[in-house]
């Protein structure tokens, strides 16, 4: 099993959708959890933590799951420049950290 | 300005050669990563260090060597050793604490001819 797994789409949906993806991480010692967005052949940015009470910046929402050992993302109302890879990340034991994938997103207008 | 700066953007080689890539920071955090994207694929680590003249090796550390002599700068040398070198390379930095965010520098974009 790898350590974080995501769809990795692409997700297609048009301009004001609700989308939501999912991340499953494997290792239950696993304290920090993050979303970054990635545009195509940039570095990828933070788009926010994860916290164990969920957390909302706007448009998005971050939940996290610790018995199931899962991480959800939810976009609403989505807007043309949100097109992007978005990427789970789980800390390793605070030393480091391990990176999905990625799921690609295509608002369309 | 603060953040991190990645040298060159873009680097050509030949076969063969090894080749630096630089990785410098004002930001004062403690550690730094290396990290190597292929087309359409994660992020995989090469190297992390978490202090001055410390390092460990990542997931793929084969062909690749790094130093940390300051606390700024985490220079890492792709050599002949590497088998598939051409990749995005992504350099990244946080403060040592294990919620600590990290954040990335620009990339350089290394092709062997």
């Known amino acids: 099993r790898k350590e974080v797994e995501q769809d990795p789409g692409p997700f297609n949906v048009p301009e004001g959708a609700t989308v939501a993806f999912n991340c499953t991480y494997s290792n239950s010692a696993s304290q920090s959890f993050f979303w970054y967005r990635q545009d195509c052949r940039k570095e990828p940015k933070l788009l926010m933590s994860?916290?164990?009470s969920g957390n909302e910046d706007g448009r998005f929402t971050a939940q996290l799951n610790r018995a199931s050992q899962y991480i959800s993302l939810l976009i609403r109302d989505s807007k043309l420049s949100d097109s992007a890879t978005y990427l789970c990340v789980v800390d390793n034991y605070g030393q480091n950290f391990v990176f999905g994938p990625g799921t690609r997103l295509s608002v369309l207008p | 300005d603060g953040g991190i700066t990645q040298s060159p953007k873009y680097l050509f080689r030949k076969e063969g050669q090894n080749v630096t890539l630089s990785c410098e920071q004002n930001?004062?955090?403690?550690?730094m990563y290396w990290y190597r994207q292929d087309p359409g694929q994660g992020l995989r680590l090469i190297y992390y260090?978490?202090?001055?003249?410390?390092?460990q090796k990542g997931d793929i550390a084969e062909g690749y060597s790094v130093s940390r002599e300051k606390k700024e700068s985490f220079p890492l040398t792709v050599t002949s050793a590497q088998k598939n070198p051409t990749a995005f390379y992504l350099c990244?930095?946080?403060?040592?604490?294990?919620?600590?965010?990290?954040?990335f520098g620009p990339g350089t974009r290394l092709t062997v001819l």
């Open positions: 994860v916290y164990s």
């Open positions: 990244a930095t946080k403060w040592r604490g294990a919620t600590d965010t990290q954040y």
């Open positions: 930001l004062n955090h403690d550690a």
């Open positions: 260090s978490q202090i001055v003249n410390d390092f």
